[in-house]
């Protein structure tokens, strides 16, 4: 049995191209199986880890469904056949309105639940 570990397109090029790293080696936590991969790909890890070898602010880590900072981090345990996916964490909001001459009425937007419209206004920054 081994530990897969899943990586994001964006660190493809890290990882020549591919998608998932079968570690070959036993693991038992999060920390052993990245300490494998880095021995094979140490360019890749250092996009996931800092030089303390603390998880990027903006990487997370699941071990099959569950994040690993509920598991105990870096020294979440795995199982021999454990699968470690790599996800870039991603952020979003609102979209603000685009500021113009128009004023008000650019801070203006349409809000069309189902049955009806009502104007919504965005507060001015």
């Keep these: 049995m081994a530990v897969t570990i899943l990586l ?3 660190l493809l090029p890290y990882a020549e191209g591919n998608a998932e790293w079968v570690c ?3 693991c038992t936590t999060v920390r052993d199986a990245l300490a494998a991969l880095a021995a ?3 360019a890749l ?3 996931i880890l800092n030089e303390r070898g603390e998880l990027r602010p903006h990487v997370n880590v699941f071990v099959g469904d569950e994040d690993i900072r509920y598991l105990g981090g870096l020294a979440a345990r795995i199982d021999d056949d454990a699968t470690v996916a790599i996800v870039p964490a991603v952020s979003g909001g609102v979209a603000r309105p685009r500021r113009g001459s128009c004023g008000q009425a650019r801070r203006r937007a349409v ?3 189902p049955g009806g419209g009502r104007h919504v206004d965005f507060p001015s920054t």
């Design 8 to 10: 994001p397109r964006a």
């Design 24 to 26: 070959d080696v036993s």
């Design 40 to 42: 094979h790909r140490p």
């Design 45 to 47: 890890v250092d996009r």
């Design 111 to 113: 809000y069309a639940p």
